[in-house]
């Protein structure tokens, strides 16, 4: 089954709102990172949360981790046109190693 | 600092052909891992390999797919009789060995295959 999952699958949003992203999980985690990718680009690592970690910053970015409901939330304030991409959480756990497992993404679309 | 490499950008393979896909992890990394992307999709991890040693090949198919990263030069991942199902970008990642592995992934450009 999958690890990671996000939600909404897509998000429409006007420049200069906040876009908040879900993502659930099933097993125990050591971390779980938020990746941000370009239409047919790679993929630029945001945020690493780590298991015993509740909430991070950088920018305008704020990640959120609940071990206890296995979900993470990443919110992006005062969005901008260029936020728009695709959005995954990868999950690194104990029963899988040091692999990542994503979810399918959230599409943010920043409307300006 | 120049970040984790791939090449070729895109590849352009004919059925039943061979592809090559090369990564050069960050300078100082000694975790490699490739994931697949079919189009619309998440990453699926493949394998995961540290100097000479395949670590974790669990999600690769079991034929027509291998995968090394020698004592020196790039990681490699070779797909034999290409088929039209391998079409997808495939992306590479590396980490450092100062948290076993479990630290942050940084990503290459990918690799885009086409099989004609």
């Known amino acids: 089954s999958q690890q990671g999952e996000e939600d909404p699958q897509a998000l429409s949003i006007q420049e200069g709102e906040n876009a908040t992203m879900n993502c659930s999980y099933k097993?125990?985690?050591?971390?779980l990172q938020w990746y941000r990718q370009n239409s047919g680009r790679g993929l630029v690592h945001l945020i690493l949360?780590?298991?015993?970690?509740r909430e991070k910053h950088s920018g305008r970015l704020r990640v959120t981790l609940d071990t206890s409901k296995k979900s993470s939330s990443l919110l992006i304030t005062a969005s901008r046109a260029a936020d728009t991409a695709s959005y995954f959480c990868?999950?690194?756990?104990?029963?899988?190693?040091?692999?990542?497992?994503f979810g399918a993404g959230t599409i943010l679309r920043v409307k300006s | 600092n120049a970040g984790v490499m791939q090449n070729p950008r895109h590849l352009v393979r004919r059925r039943g052909q061979e592809a090559r896909l090369r990564c050069s992890p960050m300078?100082?990394?000694?975790?490699v891992y490739w994931y697949r992307q079919l189009p619309e999709e998440g990453l699926k991890f493949m394998v995961y390999?540290?100097?000479?040693?395949?670590?974790?090949e669990s999600g690769m198919p079991k034929e027509r797919f291998s995968a090394e990263f020698p004592k020196e030069g790039p990681s490699i991942l070779r797909i034999q009789q290409v088929v039209r199902g391998d079409s997808a970008a495939y992306f590479c990642?590396?980490?450092?060995?100062?948290?076993?592995?479990?630290?942050?992934?940084?990503f290459g450009p990918g690799t885009r295959l086409t099989v004609l």
């Open positions: 300078k100082g990394h000694s975790h």
């Open positions: 990642a590396s980490s450092s060995p100062r948290g076993g592995g479990t630290d942050t992934q940084y």
């Open positions: 949360i780590r298991s015993n970690e």
């Open positions: 390999l540290q100097k000479e040693n395949i670590i974790d």
């Open positions: 097993t125990s985690i050591n971390n």
């Open positions: 990868a999950t690194s756990t104990q029963e899988y190693g040091n692999k990542l497992v």
